[in-house]
């Protein structure tokens, strides 16, 4: 079964600082990683949130099994735990991370506050068509903001992203497939449609795509959010028979859980109660 964890860096800082002194689970990659961060916020977010992906994966693996373990890197940079029956993908935005965890199958997480979309009209509306081919749009956001097209964008590249995390392949290479970004004339001419292109992971299963629903930032911004796979919607706890793309995305969408704040918490969430 995946989860899929918000995890509020602010609020859990001293905790999560106070758990990885206890038993530490950072690998020493891990923190060669944050120590080459310039940036004192972003090193400290990198921190809190590999912390946090740390704990959960020892959680979810039942023990420390795989505690301090490095993460290996694969071409594009998709980490992985070498060995392990045991998917993960992580996002970052500012005072906010998403963690989702799960096995069997790829996942790819993606997040994104409200903000400003600065790319041309035309790239944004590929974006979201593309988006668009791998199911319908949740029907909240036209019935309450249809005319604000950062709705519509962002939603649509949440799921490119976590779509290019769950493949491991990068952004670019999904946007080229989709053709948001630029393919030569025989490539364009002679390869399936998005995202049947996406050639590799679809070796799993057709891509599925889950918007997940996350509640508003403490400054009532809305937050953009997706979950994506490849292969059985099974995996993701659903009932749904769908066949993937074309699958209803409200169906088998995993609760958003939130990292415990406190301590009787997190004792529980690692004693996997
Ligand atoms: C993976 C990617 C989509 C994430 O972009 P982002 O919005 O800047 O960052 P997020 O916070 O959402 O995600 C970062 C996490 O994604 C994971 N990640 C990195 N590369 C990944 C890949 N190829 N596949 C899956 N996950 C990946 C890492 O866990 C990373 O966090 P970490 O560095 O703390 O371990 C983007 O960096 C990417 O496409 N990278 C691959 C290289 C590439 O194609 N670059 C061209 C960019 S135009």
Redesign the pocket.
């Known amino acids: 079964m995946v989860q899929v964890w918000l995890v509020d860096l602010e609020r859990s800082a001293a905790l999560l600082e106070a758990v990885e002194t206890a038993t530490p689970r950072l690998s020493d990659d891990d923190q060669v ?1 944050i120590d080459a961060l310039n940036d004192a916020d972003l090193k400290r977010q ?1 921190r809190l ?2 912390i946090a ?1 740390r704990v959960l994966i020892s959680a979810y693996s039942g023990g420390p099994e795989f505690d301090r373990l490095p ?1 290996e ?7 992985v735990l070498p060995g392990a029956k045991l998917q993960f ?5 500012g005072e906010r ?1 998403l963690v989702a965890l799960g096995s069997v199958v790829p996942l ?5 506050v409200l903000r400003a979309v600065n790319m041309p009209n035309d790239r944004q509306q590929a974006i979201v068509r593309a988006a668009r081919t791998l199911g319908p749009f949740p029907q909240s956001e036209y019935t309450f903001e249809a005319s604000d097209h950062r709705y519509r964008v962002l939603r649509a590249w949440v799921r490119l ?1 976590a779509l ?12 080229a497939a989709c053709g948001v970004l630029a393919r030569s004339a025989s490539v364009v001419r002679d390869a399936p449609a998005f995202p049947a292109n996406l050639d590799g992971g679809l070796s799993n299963g057709n891509p599925i795509i889950k918007d997940l629903v996350l509640p508003p930032g403490a400054d009532g911004q809305p937050w953009f959010a997706a979950l994506a796979t490849f292969g059985s919607l099974d995996e993701l706890g659903s009932q749904d028979e769908g066949d993937g793309a074309t699958a209803d995305p409200s169906a088998g969408v995993p609760e958003v859980r939130h990292l415990p704040t406190t301590q009787a918490g997190m004792a529980e969430l690692l004693a996997g109660i």
């Open positions: 990683r990198r949130t590999t992906l993460f890197r694969l071409g594009n940079g998709k980490p993908s992580i996002t970052h935005a991370a790819g997480v993606d997040v994104e992203e290019a995390k769950a493949h491991g392949c990068g952004i670019a290479r999904v946007l």
